[in-house]
């Protein structure tokens, strides 16, 4: 926890006022009831904040409220992303569907990837093992769903599929800053300390700046019109794209039902 008297506490604390704002926008857009595994994970960020704020010059109760709460920070991240594309495929079951196993895919081969090759640095009997367990998990994570979102953000830019625009705007805007933090992780676990400070501040103007965005894109349901993005295409195209889509997505269908 960074002292507020500085450039990085004074981020922090911004980024902990958009966060609680951002949570409240969701519930009086009344969005909680299509994206609950995101508004929970917003609900457990501003929890965990506050724990540590409390746990500053707690070393060893800091380290654990950290560890405990990553893990569940991961489950509801994976669960926000299968969520999110989810919500965007609503119409198309069986590629609905598919998108889940290609998440849950993607995850299982990030972290597999991961501990395989993190697995000879790991000391069972370090009093850090935990710790260093839970960094491995993240990098995992974090590598699996990365190749999950921008598989699926192709896909959504190739093919114009009708959508509301908050859900494109909150699809969008999470890709970006899950992103922006796995870029983080990246820095951290090949560079070590040595630029660590000055890529956190990166992240943490990033966060402000994709939490100031969701603030003001997000719009009421009346003021939520369908509509598509990714590239334009003219309407003959556009009519046998969504054909081929419709065919794709009753062929998924039919094999997921035998």
Not at 212 to 239: I, K, M, Y
Request: net charge positive; glycine share 6%; with cysteine.
């Amino acid at each position: 926890m960074p002292p507020l008297a500085s450039l990085t506490g004074l981020l922090w604390l911004l980024n902990f006022i958009l966060t609680a704002a951002l949570a409240l926008r969701m519930l009086q857009l009344r969005l909680h009831i299509w994206f609950p595994f995101f508004n929970a994970f917003l609900g457990l960020i501003l929890l965990r904040d506050v724990a540590l704020v409390s746990a500053v010059h707690e070393a060893r109760l800091y380290s654990w409220i950290w560890v405990s709460t990553e893990v569940l920070v991961l489950i509801l991240l994976t669960l926000s992303t299968l969520e999110i594309y989810s919500r965007l495929l609503d119409g198309y079951p069986g590629i609905q569907s598919l998108g889940r196993w290609v998440t849950l895919g993607g995850l299982t081969l990030g972290i597999v990837m991961t501990f395989l090759t993190a697995g000879v640095g790991l000391d069972f009997e370090s009093p850090q093992f935990v710790l260093t367990l839970v960094l491995t998990a993240d990098r995992g994570v974090y590598l699996g769903l990365c190749s999950v979102i921008l598989l699926m953000s192709i896909f959504l830019l190739w093919y114009p599929v009708p959508t509301p625009r908050n859900f494109v705007v909150h699809s969008l805007l999470f890709a970006i800053y899950f992103l922006s933090k796995a870029f983080l992780i990246f820095v951290r676990t090949t560079r070590g300390n040595s630029i660590y400070a000055v890529v956190s501040n990166l992240h943490l103007v990033f966060g402000v700046v994709c939490l100031c965005a969701w603030l003001l894109l997000l719009r009421r349901e009346s003021e939520d019109p369908q509509v598509t993005f990714g590239r334009h295409w003219n309407p003959d195209e556009e009519t046998t794209l969504l054909r081929q889509l419709r065919a794709i997505n009753a062929s998924l269908f039919r094999l997921s039902r035998d």
